[in-house]
DNA sequence: CTCCAAATGTTAGTGACTACCAAGTTGGTA
DNA sequence: TACCAACTTGGTAGTCACTAACATTTGGAG
């Protein structure tokens, strides 16, 4: 299910799909979110209207949808059974962020800026900022293999993954209200030893 | 601002809010939320779309809009300063739920239940089931008087009154699930004591 | 090469919601 | 009592998010 070849067809939609989204961010940042129609965003982006909603459900899902999730639930399948659970998604957070922020500044880093900055200042959407938490839950759940069987573990690790998203929703408005000057991988990890205490992540140090 | 006179003109507006709002709750529980457009609401109140819409700004607001709201605020404003926070809140909404129950069975405790089972039966609708939770935690604000200048004052008013609603909408879920055959004033008290004790109402027994 | 399925486009439509203008009512006031 | 201003409503036309149905092209597997 993870390690499939990339064929030519997934590999063209997911192209589509990443110049829709990020000429909506972009229109988005430029007009304001209710300025800007979907067909202004299939027109930017070359298609149609149609191809827009067959790749994102609602125009919401145009800023909502993202790949981190799944970035940040693979690491945490990859990181030691050892440590403790908030060890690993924190670690995991942070991990993904210094990826995404790390590279090139007109790659990732920047369009994931944007994206948190209109989430945070259109109302529509901050309503909606943490709805991507189930994948999270899921890959944490998914994380701990047969425990599953134990509700305690459950409800643990919905706790713990609770608690983390909101260290990052912090972070995340601190470095969008920075505009992207500070180091959102620090900022992550701040918030989480503000909750959590100074040797949360000390496995990665 | 709350003792006015009730001139014709405001009289006649509330009856056709009254009718509106009756007509669309109905409808909506008879065919289901989606399947009812904002046209068949005015059609069965008899007034034209445009009607509806300067009354209840969206669709959605047509099921959430209420009066309780200002009931229990009236009731919490009223209550005497010397009981606990949560007591007060918790003691208004008893009052509030009895007082609209209590009526006649086709009055207003019918059209709750009604707007309940719609609220949690409709996805739509149920995300927002708390969206008037701002009006209680402003009518708790000035019910404290001078103590809003102190910060932490503010801060345990929230915490209460979050709390006294999660209380309210557990309550709420079982008595639509249970169709309205249990006397709703009972279980928002045994909610209530269920969280914070036996003798959070005390002083009203 | 052939055939299937995925991806896109086109068209037409539904329905929530808004802007604008016209007409009738109400409530106070000269 | 007569009148004016504010309130309430209706109608028309339009925007826009979103859907359904059908036709067309293109990548992939046998």
């Known amino acids: 299910m993870a390690g499939q070849q990339p064929t ?39 298609v149609s209207p ?15 949808v993202d790949q981190i999730g799944a970035l940040v639930a693979d690491r945490i399948a990859a990181s030691p059974a050892t440590r403790t659970l908030v060890g690993r998604i924190g670690g995991a957070l942070v991990d993904a962020a210094t ?4 590279e090139d500044p007109e790659s990732e880093g920047k369009f994931l800026l944007a994206r948190t ?14 709805d991507n938490q189930y994948l999270l839950q899921r890959a944490v759940v998914d994380a701990l293999g047969d425990d599953v069987a134990d509700p305690d ?23 969008a209200e920075d505009d992207g000057r500070s180091a959102l991988p620090e900022l992550i990890a701040q918030a989480l030893t503000a909750s959590f205490g100074d040797d949360v992540l000390d496995h990665r140090r």
Chains 1, 2 share one sequence.
């Open 8 to 46: 030519l067809r997934a590999q063209r939609r997911a192209e589509t799909q990443h110049a829709i989204q990020t000429h909506a961010v972009r229109l988005f940042r430029e007009r304001g979110y209710d300025a800007t129609t979907v067909a202004d965003v299939a027109d930017a982006a070359g």
């Open 50 to 64: 149609m191809t827009v909603y067959r790749h994102f459900p609602t125009k919401e899902d145009l800023v909502l």
């Open 99 to 102: 990826a995404l922020t790390g």
């Open 117 to 130: 900055q209109l989430m945070i200042s259109t109302p529509a959407l901050r309503a909606r900022h943490l």
């Open 153 to 175: 573990a459950v409800f643990r690790a919905q706790a713990a993954t609770s608690a983390c998203l909101a260290a990052l929703h912090t972070a995340l408005v601190r470095w």
